[in-house]
């Protein structure tokens, strides 16, 4: 019988297996698909010389996770690539803005848009490195972040205070036109919201586009050297050099609680697997309270507020093999390995009113990922391995362009907006689908079909607003790891702080097990434990 029991084998489950491991525990991982990773995967399924990420690439997060850097994967074969450029964000008038890990050549690439704003982001950037060592602690520990939050508070009052917190909380729209004369830094904050579900004239919408911003300037928007897998390969190496180990083809279809704790869980073959001192599940809000636990071990309030829980929007990705580079318009956006594909802000803010109306978009604001350009061992010289991901509604109730797509997601309607998401790169990169060797459509069926944690598509475990973040997170009166179930312990990206491939659920899910699993007067793994709250790293 293991000490403990992980539910899935994704990013955030494997760090909580590592992290409890470490700490002498025997682990048991599993997972649902016939490979570990969740939403950290790659395949040759698009072409055989083509290495293609089945759902997420870039990885800011990561990058600056103080849990990820404390499990040293390096030692077990990761390699981070990053591309020449972080970001580029082209107009069909082939104007650019760029974001580069190179400071300077961020804020020239906004002077082009006007001269006062490389200035600008400068500022921006300022504030950013004076409140980035808290910022990141209190991002990534459990919540509440107490020691953290107060170090911060101290630092924003140096900052401007009020003034800062307001710039935070501002829609990114606002934010932008308060920060910038010309579109260049708008649209390098809005299009970075856009990556959670936060639409331009969001509350919260510019804190969040600002932070993502700040984190490529600072680290990029590296990629696992030879495919997203990389990163899962290294936290499966370092779980089995522990004694860990992962089990696949493993679906659970029930926590078992008895005498009111969480003791083990039971297999859709029916097979129960103990648990010594936890179960930690690195799944959706909804699965765990909605199938995984019985409604009778749950309190009445939080099933209500289950009610209301609210996802992120659905996604829409295809995967190309192309014959040869991008023939982008704007020629910054050849070094970058994101596109933002948008032209303006106004028409950001019309793709996220037509999501809000539940109508499928027109002109969809597109991410494009250039992963050969990041990383030239996904496919032959002289190619482009490359995917675009799009936004839609869960519930489609009209096509805002012409051709009638339903939202049933048939092969004619994957089809015909596959063919609509190739369009809006044409308009920024004329040729480009003369250079399509292979592609493939993953639509919202399909991502969930191939990871169970993506209902419908959906990517951050949640909605990033601020209605379901802090304390919010995943429902009213939660944001901490535990559980209304002794002993279960929530570890996806539906805990806080969300979404993004950096560990931190899976590490205060663990953190928080082995808190509660403590023989009375060990003074000091007591202390080591919070040393590892305050920094997410051993000392």
Same mark, same amino acid.
């Given at each position: 019988?293991?000490?403990?029991?992980?539910?899935?084998?994704?990013?955030?489950?494997?760090?909580?297996?590592?992290?409890?491991?470490?700490?002498?525990?025997?682990?048991?991982?599993?997972?649902?698909?016939?490979?570990?990773?969740?939403?950290?995967?790659?395949?040759?399924?698009?072409?055989?010389?083509?290495?293609?990420?089945?759902?997420?690439?870039?990885?800011?997060?990561?990058?600056?996770?103080?849990?990820?850097?404390?499990?040293?994967?390096?030692?077990?074969?990761?390699? $981070?690539?990053?591309?020449?450029?972080?970001?580029?964000?082209?107009?069909?008038?082939g104007s650019c803005a760029v974001l580069d890990r190179d400071?300077?050549?961020?804020?020239?690439?906004?002077?082009?848009?006007?001269?006062?704003? %490389?200035?600008?982001?400068?500022?921006?950037?300022?504030?950013?490195?004076?409140?980035?060592?808290?910022?990141?602690?209190?991002?990534?520990?459990?919540?509440?972040?107490?020691?953290?939050?107060?170090?911060?508070?101290?630092?924003?009052?140096?900052?401007? %205070?009020?003034?800062?917190?307001?710039?935070?909380?501002?829609?990114?729209?606002?934010?932008?036109?308060?920060?910038?004369?010309?579109?260049?830094?708008?649209?390098?904050?809005?299009?970075? &919201?856009?990556?959670?579900?936060?639409a331009p004239e969001s509350s919260g919408s510019g804190g969040?586009? $600002? @932070?993502?911003? /700040?984190?490529?300037?600072?680290?990029?928007?590296?990629?696992?050297?030879?495919?997203?897998? &990389?990163?899962?390969?290294?936290?499966?190496?370092?779980?089995?050099? *522990?004694?860990?180990?992962?089990?696949?083809?493993?679906?659970?279809?029930?926590?078992?609680?008895?005498?009111?704790?969480?003791?083990?869980?039971?297999?859709?073959?029916?097979?129960?697997?103990?648990?010594?001192?936890?179960?930690?599940?690195?799944?959706?809000?909804?699965?765990?309270?909605?199938?995984?636990?019985?409604?009778?071990?749950?309190?009445?309030?939080?099933?209500?507020?289950?009610?209301?829980?609210?996802?992120?929007?659905?996604?829409?990705?295809?995967?190309?093999?192309?014959?040869?580079?991008?023939?982008?318009?704007?020629?910054? =956006?050849?070094?970058?390995?994101?596109?933002?594909?948008?032209?303006? /802000?106004?028409?950001?803010?019309?793709?996220?009113?037509?999501?809000?109306?539940?109508?499928?978009?027109?002109?969809?604001?597109?991410?494009?990922?250039?992963?050969?350009?990041?990383?030239?061992?996904?496919?032959?010289? %002289?190619?482009?391995?490359? $995917?675009?991901?799009?936004?839609?509604?869960?519930?489609?109730?009209?096509?805002?362009?012409?051709?009638?797509?339903?939202?049933?997601?048939?092969?004619?309607?994957?089809?015909?907006?596959?063919?609509?998401?190739?369009?809006?790169?044409?308009?920024?990169?004329?040729?480009?689908?003369?250079?399509?060797?292979?592609?493939?459509?993953?639509?919202?069926?399909? @991502?969930?079909? /191939?990871?169970?944690?993506?209902?419908?598509?959906?990517?951050?475990?949640?909605?990033?607003? /601020?209605?379901?973040?802090?304390?919010?997170?995943?429902?009213?009166?939660?944001? *901490?790891?535990?559980?209304?179930?002794?002993?279960?312990?929530? =570890?996806?990206?539906?805990?806080?702080?969300?979404?993004?491939?950096?560990?931190?659920?899976?590490?205060?899910?663990?953190?928080?097990?082995?808190?509660?699993?403590?023989?009375?007067?060990l003074a000091g793994a007591q202390r080591l434990l919070a040393?590892?709250?305050?920094?997410?790293?051993?000392?």
């Amino acid at each position: 019988m293991p000490d403990a029991v992980v539910i899935g084998a994704g990013p955030n489950g494997l760090v909580a297996a590592n992290l409890l491991a470490d700490a002498g525990w025997s682990v048991e991982v599993l997972e649902e698909q016939p490979e570990p990773g969740g939403a950290v995967r790659h395949d040759q399924g698009v072409d055989p010389a083509f290495v293609n990420d089945l759902f997420s690439s870039f990885y800011p997060l990561a990058a600056a996770s103080p849990v990820l850097a404390g499990l040293r994967l390096q030692d077990h074969g990761l390699r $981070w690539s990053h591309a020449p450029s972080v970001l580029a964000h082209p107009l069909t008038d082939g104007s650019c803005a760029v974001l580069d890990r190179d400071l300077d050549a961020t804020a020239a690439s906004l002077d082009a848009f006007d001269p006062a704003d %490389g200035d600008a982001w400068r500022r921006l950037h300022e504030v950013w490195e004076g409140l980035r060592p808290d910022l990141l602690d209190a991002l990534f520990t459990p919540f509440p972040p107490v020691r953290a939050t107060a170090r911060l508070a101290l630092k924003l009052r140096a900052a401007g %205070g009020l003034r800062m917190a307001r710039s935070l909380v501002l829609p990114v729209r606002r934010l932008g036109e308060e920060e910038f004369r010309g579109q260049g830094g708008r649209l390098l904050l809005a299009g970075n &919201a856009l990556h959670a579900d936060l639409a331009p004239e969001s509350s919260g919408s510019g804190g969040f586009g $600002w @932070l993502m911003a /700040m984190l490529g300037q600072t680290y990029g928007f590296p990629v696992p050297a030879g495919g997203s897998g &990389a990163l899962t390969s290294a936290l499966v190496r370092r779980l089995e050099s *522990r004694g860990g180990r992962v089990r696949c083809g493993q679906r659970v279809t029930r926590v078992v609680v008895r005498g009111g704790r969480a003791v083990g869980v039971r297999t859709a073959a029916g097979d129960a697997v103990r648990a010594r001192r936890a179960v930690l599940a690195d799944v959706s809000v909804p699965a765990l309270y909605g199938e995984l636990v019985e409604p009778e071990h749950l309190p009445a309030q939080l099933l209500e507020d289950l009610r209301r829980f609210q996802w992120d929007f659905a996604t829409f990705k295809v995967d190309w093999a192309l014959d040869g580079p991008v023939p982008w318009q704007a020629e910054q =956006a050849s070094r970058a390995g994101t596109v933002h594909l948008s032209d303006g /802000m106004d028409e950001l803010t019309r793709f996220a009113a037509q999501i809000a109306m539940r109508q499928v978009p027109d002109r969809p604001f597109t991410i494009f990922g250039q992963m050969t350009t990041s990383d030239a061992t996904r496919s032959p010289q %002289g190619t482009e391995s490359a $995917w675009a991901y799009t936004h839609i509604p869960h519930d489609i109730r009209s096509d805002a362009g012409d051709e009638g797509i339903t939202g049933d997601w048939s092969a004619k309607d994957k089809e015909l907006f596959a063919d609509r998401v190739e369009r809006q790169v044409e308009r920024f990169a004329p040729g480009f689908r003369d250079l399509i060797r292979a592609r493939r459509v993953l639509a919202p069926p399909t @991502l969930e079909a /191939m990871d169970g944690n993506l209902t419908g598509g959906a990517i951050n475990g949640g909605t990033t607003a /601020m209605h379901q973040q802090l304390v919010f997170r995943p429902l009213p009166g939660t944001g *901490r790891p535990e559980t209304p179930v002794p002993g279960l312990f929530l =570890a996806s990206s539906g805990a806080h702080p969300g979404g993004g491939v950096h560990g931190a659920p899976g590490s205060n899910a663990a953190r928080a097990a082995l808190r509660r699993n403590l023989p009375p007067g060990l003074a000091g793994a007591q202390r080591l434990l919070a040393r590892r709250d305050r920094t997410g790293t051993r000392r």
